[in-house]
């Protein structure tokens, strides 16, 4: 009988199968969007939400941010704290960032790392972000777009890391429900996001305090969100006023 991880809970065969196989260069596209959206001069301190391992923070730290990288998975800051690096990284939960009552100059959610938890709960962690930014700070997040999945809901299969993945994508009103099993694991992940179109992203962070500034897809600003890419990058400005 297959283990079933709780909801959002993320397993092993997960980290194995997907964290450990993104591509270096992937990786260097969404640094150099990161560098040219918050240029060193004007946002050396920022706050990575949702680090895992410091995919981002690492890199970020090495060419002279100021990086504090939060996660709740203990393994996964514990292996970012092993890299050696200048970056803090710090194993709690996101929305529990006002505690650390420090301020940043801008702050990152990374890989689909946002929308967890209920519209209300996440309206709330953008405004708990909002209270530790400087004015004119910014936020940058990078999440699903809904209108890739409506058109891919049901089952479908991909290989990846020489794993059988058999992925069920579903819609529930705003919220996107993803099943994963995995050949010759007995192991099943599941998650759940609120997902938005692009209009309905900018007018739920504008109702929590900021100003969409940037709005496009592949790390790319010159490539607007669209049904066939699953993920947009949104930055924010936090006003002065």
């Known amino acids: 009988?297959?283990?079933?991880?709780?909801?959002?809970?993320?397993?092993?065969?997960?980290?194995?199968?997907?964290?450990?196989?993104?591509?270096p260069a992937q990786t260097a596209i969404e640094l150099a969007f990161l560098e040219r959206q918050l240029p060193l001069r004007d946002f050396a301190r920022v706050l990575d939400l949702c680090c895992g391992r410091g995919r981002h923070a690492l890199p970020l730290s090495d060419r002279g941010y100021a990086v504090t990288g939060v996660d709740r998975e203990a393994a996964l800051i514990?292996?970012?704290?092993?890299?050696?690096?200048?970056?803090?990284?710090?194993?709690?939960?996101?929305?529990?960032?006002?505690?650390?009552r420090q301020t940043w100059d801008a702050a990152l959610i990374m890989w689909a790392s946002f929308g967890y938890f209920t519209?209300?709960?996440?309206?709330?962690?953008?405004?708990?972000?909002?209270?530790?930014?400087?004015?004119?700070?910014?936020l940058i997040l990078d999440v699903y777009n809904y209108d890739f999945f409506l058109e891919?809901?049901?089952?479908?299969?991909?290989?990846?890391?020489?794993?059988?993945?058999?992925?069920?994508?579903?819609?529930?009103?705003?919220?996107?429900?993803?099943?994963?099993?995995?050949?010759?694991?007995?192991?099943?992940d599941r998650f759940s996001w609120q997902i938005f179109r692009p209009?309905?992203?900018?007018?739920?962070?504008?109702?929590?305090?900021?100003?969409?500034?940037?709005l496009c897809a592949e790390f790319d600003e010159q490539k607007p969100p669209h049904s066939e890419v699953p993920r947009m990058q949104l930055v924010m400005a936090l006003g002065h006023g």
């Open 199 to 214: 209009e309905e992203l900018c007018t739920f962070v504008s109702e929590a305090g900021f100003e969409p500034i940037a």
């Open 78 to 100: 514990a292996q970012a704290r092993a890299a050696g690096t200048t970056a803090t990284f710090l194993q709690m939960d996101v929305r529990e960032i006002r505690d650390l």
């Open 119 to 138: 519209a209300k709960e996440n309206r709330a962690q953008l405004e708990t972000i909002r209270k530790c930014l400087r004015p004119g700070g910014r």
């Open 152 to 188: 891919r809901q049901g089952e479908r299969q991909m290989t990846r890391n020489g794993v059988l993945v058999t992925q069920r994508f579903h819609i529930r009103d705003d919220r996107l429900e993803v099943e994963l099993r995995y050949g010759g694991h007995d192991v099943i």
């Open 1 to 23: 009988m297959p283990t079933t991880i709780g909801v959002n809970a993320i397993s092993d065969v997960w980290f194995r199968t997907f964290l450990d196989t993104v591509d």
